[in-house]
Nanobody, 125 residues
């Protein structure tokens, strides 16, 4: 499975961005797809995830109410709609896919088998 993330950029606080993660290769509707981010000098952190076949979603507390994850089955694409962006959202954002998981451990990066290359999001104050 190959994942291609895109859509990052430089925006101002309060603006919106939509990231895309296109999956190709031997994909499966049973996968979980997550977004993680890593800011300079910080650990990678979980942002959100979606169980592809049922559409159930999970969010980190820091983004609840501002970020929305969704998927387009026809395009094999997962989107991350980010609204009301804050400077602390600045990071490289990665999408990842997990083939084996429980809903209780989707926040664990080591769970994910496939990773995209990352896209930079910079939010200025």
């Amino acid at each position: 499975v190959q994942l291609q993330a895109s859509g990052g950029g430089l925006v101002q606080a309060g603006d919106s961005l939509r990231l895309s993660c296109v999956a190709s290769g031997r994909t499966s509707s049973r996968y979980a797809v997550g977004w993680f981010r890593q800011a300079p000098g910080k650990e990678r952190e979980f942002v959100t995830a979606i169980i592809w076949n049922v559409g159930r979603t999970y969010y980190a507390d820091s983004v609840k109410g501002r970020f929305t994850i969704s998927r387009d089955n026809a395009k094999n694409t997962v989107y991350l709609q980010m609204n009301s962006l804050k400077p602390e959202d600045t990071a490289v954002y990665y999408c990842a896919a997990a083939t084996r998981y429980f809903s209780t451990n989707l926040e664990t990066g080591q769970l994910y088998d496939f990773w995209g290359q990352g896209t930079q999001v910079t939010v200025s104050s």
